[in-house]
């Protein structure tokens, strides 16, 4: 039986090859005519991922009937872009059968919501047993067969196995988790503080302040991830450093990469047009935000990535503003 990839992006694609060679039958879904059409063209020039090719055997499709139901597939991905999930969802669900495994590979909260993209597949496709797979796992580094590490987190372990068994490969190491909110927590707030680390690099600052912003990112995300009910254990891990890593210190990150426009001297407008791909972070930015004050947390490297991207305030005012914060304790477990 196939597997359908719902979403011919970068990282849509960069799937379908690893699927493929794995001997797979792979369909790739793309609401956009013209991502098939040039993939369709051009199978060995795949824009975005320099020197792969997608194999003759991924059969490509505009049809969402076909992805979804007529061709049976054995496991459906999610692969489009967060802001596109829940619409990507309303459209397919009548296709999807009972109990239907689908792994969400996106990352992102809905801002208007605060959903996160599983708690949208769930709402809009409520026959599906829906998981989640993330981790550091650049789509141009996975289509060259660079050896990368992922979680999937699923309700149950038979799905997370199932999951597991479906991508691993010698280059491809999947592990297991059932805490989802911890998985999708990592991998969505990462792109926050990947904004900051690109800001400070494009500012000219050094290897200590991106460690800084990285370390005391990850106590923000933390703090709200446990509020939420994530385990600590499941951000000090794969999607949690080990994306906070890979998302603040690779040039192929574009969070990262508008972060370093912005921090150069671009507007956010002028960043986003020049990077000219969906930049997560900044739908992330005003979602966690807005979870940070439901949950009571304090998030000050995420409140000032806000007020530079929505209230066009000057990248150095608010270093000082996070310089000058009231002093404290590295973290609240000192016992004097
Ligand atoms: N690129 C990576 O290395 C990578 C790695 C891990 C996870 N991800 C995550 O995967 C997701 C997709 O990333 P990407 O790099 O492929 O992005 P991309 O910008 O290359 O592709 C965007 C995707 O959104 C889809 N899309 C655009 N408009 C749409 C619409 N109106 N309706 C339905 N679909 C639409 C496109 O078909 C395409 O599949 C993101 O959430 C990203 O964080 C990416």
Redesign the pocket.
């Known amino acids: 039986m196939s597997i359908s990839i719902l979403?011919?992006?970068?990282?849509?694609?960069?799937l379908s090859i690893l699927l493929a060679n794995k001997g797979r039958e792979v369909i790739l879904w793309?609401?956009?005519e013209n991502?098939i059409k040039a993939l369709e063209e051009n199978r060995g020039f795949i824009k975005?991922l320099p020197g792969a090719v997608l194999p003759d055997s991924v059969k490509l499709t505009t049809d969402a009937e076909y992805a979804c139901k007529t061709s049976e597939p054995e496991l459906i991905v999610f692969?489009?872009?967060?802001p596109?999930v829940r619409?990507?969802a309303q459209l397919v669900s009548g296709y999807i059968r009972d109990k239907q495994i689908i792994v969400n590979?996106?990352?992102?909260i809905e801002e208007s919501t605060l959903d996160t993209l599983l708690d949208i597949i769930k709402e809009e496709i409520p026959q599906a047993d829906a998981a989640v797979l993330?981790g550091p796992?650049?789509?141009?580094e996975?289509s060259r067969l660079i050896p990368t590490t992922v979680v999937v987190a699923a309700h149950s372990r038979s799905t997370a196995e199932y999951l597991q068994d479906a991508f691993m490969t010698d280059r491809f190491r999947v592990y297991t988790s059932n805490d989802i909110i911890g998985v999708e927590l990592g991998?969505s707030l990462k792109?926050v503080i990947a904004l900051a680390a690109g800001m400070s690099d494009g500012l000219g600052f050094g290897d200590n302040t991106k460690a800084a912003l990285m370390t005391r990112g990850l106590a923000e995300i933390n703090r709200l991830g446990i509020a939420m009910g994530a385990k600590p254990e499941t951000l000090s891990g794969l999607s949690g450093i080990g994306d906070l890593f890979v998302t603040c210190t690779s040039h192929?990150s574009?969070n990262w990469n508008a972060g370093n426009l912005i921090g150069k001297g671009r507007s956010v407008e002028e960043a986003l047009k020049e990077v000219n791909?969906?930049v997560?972070g900044v739908y992330c930015a005003k979602a966690a935000l807005k979870l940070a004050h439901k949950y009571y947390v304090e998030m000050p490297i995420v409140e000032q990535v806000n007020k530079i991207l929505f209230e066009n305030k000057p990248v150095d005012e608010a270093v000082n503003e996070l310089f000058m914060r009231e002093k404290r304790p590295e973290h609240n477990l000192i016992n004097w």
């Open positions: 979403g011919a992006g970068t990282w849509g694609t960069a793309s609401k956009l991502e975005n692969a489009v872009a967060s596109f619409s990507t590979v996106a990352k992102g993330s796992s650049h789509a141009e996975v991998g792109n192929h574009r791909q969906v997560e």
